[in-house]
């Protein structure tokens, strides 16, 4: 493990509870594994990495994960940069915790958004659509009750598309969803769904959508 990565975890080792620790090791492997990827150093971390990171990290559990698990995540994301820029200057350590904290509600509001599409009433799905579409779908314009939507492997939008207005709060523009939408006298549906992404999942998702062509 890199050096920095490794003194961050024996800093707090006597100060964290067993489960926050756990967290803070997550956090590290996961950093880890992002900037080695990237061949660069957490002490040359970029501010726009932030959001591919918990991007990255979300697109690792291959699973839903609860809004509080992410929550906790990117708490301890949180204390990782702030840890990483206290020696740096006061432009890059303000620029680097505040994309800290706007990729932190990125990737949480799309756990909760994942939460809600398990809990969407089967009513609120089309029987016998007339058009089809399957795809990872992200969120272009959202309004009280309805989503308008960009398939990443096709150029044309996709809506209104009909949601709970709960589920329609809890998406923001660039929030990604894998979709299986149906269209009926003109009126956009989900009729089935995989799992909601940040938007720093965007890029792979978008290869992922290519590849599947």
Not at 98 to 110: G, L, M, P, S, V
């Amino acid at each position: 493990m890199d050096v920095l990565l490794r003194s961050f975890l024996q800093r707090m080792r006597p100060r964290a509870r067993r489960a926050h620790l756990a967290t803070y090791e997550d956090v590290a492997l996961a950093m880890e594994g992002f900037l080695r990827a990237r061949r660069r150093s957490p002490a040359r971390l970029r501010v726009g990495e932030l959001h591919l990171f918990l991007g990255y990290w979300y697109l690792r559990r291959h699973h839903p994960t609860t809004s509080r698990r992410t929550r906790r995540f990117c708490a301890a994301t949180s204390v990782l940069v702030h840890w990483l820029t206290a020696g740096a200057s006061e432009r890059r350590r303000r620029l680097l915790r505040r994309e800290a904290r706007r990729a932190a509600r990125d990737a949480t509001r799309a756990a909760r958004a994942m939460e809600l599409l398990e809990q969407m009433p089967a009513a609120a799905r089309l029987s016998d659509p007339t058009e089809i579409v399957e795809d990872y779908c992200e969120v272009v314009v959202r309004a009280r009750s309805h989503l308008v939507l960009r398939p990443l492997s096709a150029p044309a939008l996709v809506g209104p598309v009909v949601v709970p207005e709960a589920l329609a709060a809890a998406l923001d523009p660039g929030a990604i969803l894998n979709l299986q939408l149906g269209r009926s006298d003109g009126c956009w549906a989900i009729l089935d769904h995989g799992f909601c992404y940040p938007s720093g999942a965007r890029q792979a998702l978008r290869g992922a959508a290519e590849v599947s062509r």
